[in-house]
């Protein structure tokens, strides 16, 4: 029978140490990996193409912007007109009615006229009769 084998301290510290060294091994090959011509160019790229993303989200911002602004103001201009519309339809309905009230009015007065000259007229034939039949 075998034996199992349990490692010692000593066993364990070693295994820590290499541990380490192998993570700083691989710090410095990614830290010099960062540093390096190819690393620094694939940066460069990736921030112009961030800067392109930018602009053209910037871009389509203000073109709907800007879109939006040219919907309200036809709106607006369409409220305007729509409200001119509205206001020169009242003006001539008010002159309308003011010109069927003048013409009541005079078909009235004329009415009066006609009524009074009437009995004007019935006033005179009776004085008339009264003087001839004397």
Do not use: F
């Amino acid at each position: 029978m075998s034996k199992s084998r349990t490692p010692d301290i000593a066993d364990r510290l070693k295994a820590s140490a290499e541990a380490k060294k192998l993570q700083l091994e691989r710090a410095a090959r990614a830290t010099s990996a960062a540093d390096s011509p190819a690393a620094v160019e694939r940066r460069a790229g990736r921030a112009a193409v961030s800067a392109a993303r930018v602009a053209r989200i910037a871009e389509r911002k203000a073109a709907r912007a800007a879109a939006e602004a040219q919907q309200a103001a036809s709106l607006i201009a369409a409220q305007a007109a729509e409200a001119a519309a509205r206001a020169a339809a009242l003006k001539a309905e008010e002159v309308a009615r003011e010109v069927e009230y003048a013409e009541q009015v005079a078909r009235k007065a004329a009415l009066e006229a006609e009524q009074l000259a009437a009995r004007d007229a019935r006033y005179a034939a009776r004085k008339a009769r009264r003087r001839d039949g004397r």
